[in-house]
């Protein structure tokens, strides 16, 4: 892992993903949706249906939009949160491509409780729709990759009983940040 991390070779494949969408990697909102979307397809086995990947980035926007927090950070600060969200993603999910089968379902929980702890979205709560993420299912008629039942945590934390009501409130296009 380490030669991943001093070669560069995560921060280079996450910039190879969002290049593939057409993004820009010195966007947070960019950044972010991108590893919402990795994140989710890769904890659930699925592909995201067609126009996900702008609903959940145009949710993404609107949500550093409205946040609080987000006029505090200078550019620097910014981009540092999106490396830092981004390479420690692609860390997971290196490690969860190379689990065996026995350590996948462990290498998955880690990349939702990533996601859960740095975005406040739980992966297991959330569906994937052209119209971006919707908590609990989607619209009726809508297409929908819904998310694969979850393995039973082996212990629910006091940070999982919190993060569960963030996730609740996630509407379309609303990604709580």
């Known amino acids: 892992m380490q030669t991943l991390l001093d070669g560069g070779a995560l921060q280079a494949a996450m910039d ?6 057409g993004w820009r990697k010195d966007d947070l909102a960019d950044v972010l949706s991108v590893s919402v979307l990795m994140g989710w397809q890769a904890t659930q086995g699925q592909s995201a249906p067609r126009g996900a990947n702008e609903a959940v980035r145009r949710g993404m926007q609107d949500s550093l939009l409205r946040s609080g927090w987000l006029p505090q950070l200078d550019d620097a600060g910014k981009q540092t949160l999106a490396d830092t969200v981004g390479t420690g993603l692609m860390l997971l999910l290196a490690n969860l491509e190379s689990a065996k089968p026995a350590e996948r379902d ?25 119209q ?24 629910k934390t006091a940070r999982d009983k919190e993060s569960a009501p963030a996730a609740q409130r996630s509407t379309t296009n609303a990604l709580p940040v």
């Open 16 to 21: 190879e993903a969002i290049a593939q969408l």
């Open 106 to 130: 462990q290498a998955k929980q880690a990349v939702r409780g990533m996601l859960r702890t740095t975005l406040g979205l739980d992966m297991a709560q959330l569906a994937l729709t052209p």
């Open 132 to 155: 971006g993420l919707i908590a609990g299912g989607a619209t009726p008629g809508s297409e929908v990759a819904r998310p694969s039942a979850p393995a039973a945590p082996a212990d």
